[in-house]
């Protein structure tokens, strides 16, 4: 068996992880806990609410779903519902949930717009006991009945600051509105903390026994580097960086017309890059991500819709072309690259004194490197 921590060891002789489970972790080479997801194992097996800030790449999702798939009932029907802000998120939740659901014998059912109605309520007709699901799909389920919250017992806000914002709090504060006794609660985010006030209007007086979790270190190594470009070549950058051995690059705009016209420019001088816009379908979404994932896509082109808790595996690179507008940006853009102790860059493109200004604040890192375009592709 796997070197186990300490705590992996005692669940194991105590049999609180079912067998299959710990057959599973020596497969997939888990060999500890990260602290988020030891610091929540206990609070929410036992039933508690939880509010769970860390850093971006910790683990967040297996944090909350080891626990409380312990918790589930298999063949109860209906018991625990995790919402999330995007259909991305909220797939890539559904792939983590069913790997260490179907060993438990337990069904789990994807809810999210973009994709047919029809066929996700006979999916639901088959009484799946988790449902994943965005939060105004979900809404449409639960007021036609087809998401049953007299049946749930724990609800999981996932990337929970981005769910309190007010285009997603219309859809999620009535779902909880229609939960008519105590349910458990699970909060987690890179920032959940700073949405503490706005979570409690969510969940109104039901947050009795709430468990703070706040873990603040995490060992990825990520390297912060500026590059000044100047604005009229930032474009031509990127074609540049496109040609570097194995280069696959998640790039970041504030825009959507200028992601628009970086990518034609780019298409035209032969560069696999593709956008991942929010008029996109659910469908071609998802064989976007996944042939970037295979390294199909030299550069993935976003915004921060897609900034949030994605997980694409050993990604080199996060690309700024325009800063980001606040720290949280940063932070969420970030951590899609080293992620679990992996190694990553995060490369900011800088045409201005006030954006290198800008940009130091916002990455808060002493060790960041400012470099010319030429010597950043040149060292490579």
Same mark, same amino acid.
């Given at each position: 068996?796997?070197?186990?921590? +300490?705590?992996?060891?005692?669940?194991?002789? @105590?049999?609180?992880?079912?067998?299959?489970?710990?057959?599973?972790?020596?497969?997939?080479?888990?060999?500890?806990? &990260?602290?988020?997801?030891?610091?929540?194992?206990?609070? =929410?097996?036992?039933?508690?609410?939880?509010?769970?800030?860390?850093?971006?790449?910790?683990?967040?999702?297996?944090?909350?779903?080891?626990?409380? =798939? =312990?918790?589930?009932?298999?063949?109860?029907?209906?018991?625990?519902?995790?919402?999330?802000? @995007?259909?991305?998120?909220?797939?890539?939740?559904?792939?983590?949930?069913?790997?260490?659901?179907?060993? +438990?014998?337990?069904?789990?059912?994807?809810?999210?717009?973009?994709?047919?109605?029809?066929?996700?309520?006979?999916?639901?007709?088959?009484?799946?006991?988790?449902?994943?699901? &965005?939060?105004?799909?979900? +809404?449409?389920?639960?007021?036609?009945?087809?998401?049953?919250?007299?049946? $749930?017992?724990?609800?999981?806000?996932? #990337?929970?600051?981005?769910?309190?914002?007010?285009?997603?709090?219309?859809?999620?504060?009535?779902?909880?509105?229609?939960?008519?006794?105590?349910?458990?609660?699970?909060?987690?985010?890179?920032?959940?903390?700073?949405?503490?006030?706005?979570?409690?209007?969510?969940?109104?007086?039901?947050?009795?026994?709430?468990?703070? $979790?706040?873990?603040?270190?995490?060992?990825?190594?990520?390297?912060?580097?500026?590059?000044?470009? #100047?604005?009229?070549?930032?474009?031509?950058?990127?074609?540049?960086?496109?040609? =570097?051995? @194995?280069?696959?690059?998640?790039?970041?705009?504030?825009?959507?017309?200028?992601?628009?016209?970086?990518?034609?420019?780019?298409?035209?001088?032969?560069?696999?890059?593709?956008?991942?816009?929010?008029?996109?379908?659910?469908?071609?979404?998802?064989?976007?991500?996944?042939?970037?994932?295979?390294?199909?896509?030299?550069?993935?082109?976003?915004?921060?819709?897609?900034?949030?808790?994605?997980?694409?595996?050993?990604?080199?690179?996060?690309?700024?072309?325009?800063?980001?507008?606040?720290?949280?940006?940063?932070?969420?853009?970030?951590?899609?690259?080293?992620?679990?102790?992996?190694?990553?860059?995060?490369?900011?493109? $800088?045409?201005?004194?006030?954006?290198?200004?800008?940009?130091?604040? +916002?990455?808060?890192?002493?060790?960041?490197?400012?470099?010319?375009?030429?010597?950043?592709?040149?060292?490579?």
């Amino acid at each position: 068996m796997l070197e186990l921590n +300490l705590r992996l060891i005692k669940m194991i002789d @105590n049999n609180t992880l079912p067998e299959a489970w710990q057959k599973q972790l020596e497969e997939l080479g888990f060999n500890e806990f &990260t602290a988020v997801q030891e610091e929540s194992f206990e609070p =929410l097996k036992d039933g508690m609410n939880v509010i769970a800030t860390s850093p971006t790449g910790t683990g967040k999702t297996l944090a909350y779903l080891l626990p409380l =798939l =312990l918790n589930v009932k298999k063949g109860g029907g209906q018991q625990l519902l995790i919402l999330a802000p @995007n259909s991305e998120l909220a797939g890539q939740i559904h792939d983590v949930t069913k790997t260490w659901a179907e060993p +438990l014998g337990l069904k789990a059912s994807l809810v999210i717009a973009g994709a047919s109605l029809k066929r996700q309520i006979e999916r639901l007709k088959k009484a799946p006991e988790i449902v994943i699901a &965005t939060p105004g799909r979900a +809404l449409e389920l639960v007021k036609d009945k087809k998401i049953k919250m007299t049946a $749930i017992n724990t609800i999981v806000l996932d #990337e929970v600051d981005q769910l309190v914002e007010d285009g997603q709090f219309n859809f999620v504060k009535p779902i909880i509105n229609r939960t008519p006794k105590d349910y458990q609660f699970a909060f987690y985010s890179a920032t959940a903390d700073s949405q503490l006030e706005k979570i409690q209007q969510i969940a109104e007086n039901k947050l009795s026994n709430l468990v703070e $979790i706040n873990v603040t270190e995490t060992d990825s190594n990520v390297e912060h580097i500026f590059v000044e470009v #100047e604005k009229r070549k930032k474009v031509d950058f990127l074609r540049q960086l496109a040609h =570097l051995p @194995n280069m696959r690059g998640l790039v970041f705009f504030n825009k959507l017309d200028d992601l628009g016209n970086a990518e034609q420019k780019l298409q035209y001088q032969g560069i696999d890059a593709q956008s991942l816009a929010s008029d996109i379908g659910g469908r071609f979404r998802k064989v976007l991500l996944d042939k970037f994932k295979n390294g199909e896509i030299t550069l993935l082109l976003a915004t921060d819709l897609l900034a949030r808790g994605i997980d694409i595996e050993n990604l080199d690179y996060v690309i700024n072309f325009d800063v980001p507008v606040t720290e949280e940006s940063y932070l969420h853009r970030a951590g899609r690259t080293g992620r679990m102790g992996k190694d990553g860059t995060v490369l900011s493109i $800088i045409s201005s004194p006030i954006e290198k200004k800008n940009l130091k604040k +916002l990455a808060n890192d002493p060790q960041e490197k400012i470099l010319k375009a030429q010597q950043f592709v040149g060292k490579k």
